[in-house]
């Protein structure tokens, strides 16, 4: 089958943010069953959202690391803060975004992203600065 342009550009914009050896494993990971899921996700949220200029990915960053923090998503916040680094998001900006959703996603919430954000963001360190 055929990607679409859209697919095309979700794919890139996905791969720039989560990181290429992230999304192809998981594309690498579809099966029949979920492989619909997939498609949508890269055509829409990272090609459709994503491709929208308006805001940039470095923004887009840390409004998901809010979003997922409120619905207490562990796994995607956690593949999000690593994007965020990607993206040039700080540490400090990080801790920032957190403590403001301890004031309006709850401490409970607050408490449980900071345990996965810290843990994101050493895996993302040892990565990143060991290839330095």
């Known amino acids: 089958m055929e990607e679409s342009e859209l697919f095309q550009q979700g794919f890139a914009n996905r791969k720039e943010v989560l990181g290429e050896a992230h999304v192809d494993r998981s594309w690498a990971n579809a099966d029949e069953f979920n492989r619909p899921v997939q498609r949508l996700v890269t055509e829409f949220c ?68 900071f345990r996965v954000a810290s843990a994101a963001i050493g895996e993302w360190e040892k990565e990143n600065l060991s290839q330095m």
Request: aromatic letters at 6%.
């Open 46 to 113: 990272w090609g459709k959202v994503w491709g929208d200029e308006t805001l940039s990915f470095k923004t887009r960053s840390m409004l998901n690391i809010a979003m997922l923090t409120a619905m207490s998503q562990h796994h995607e916040l956690s593949v999000h803060v690593r994007g965020a680094l990607n993206n040039g998001v700080s540490k400090a900006e990080i801790q920032a975004v957190l403590m403001q959703t301890a004031v309006y996603c709850g401490a409970p919430a607050a408490l449980a992203a």
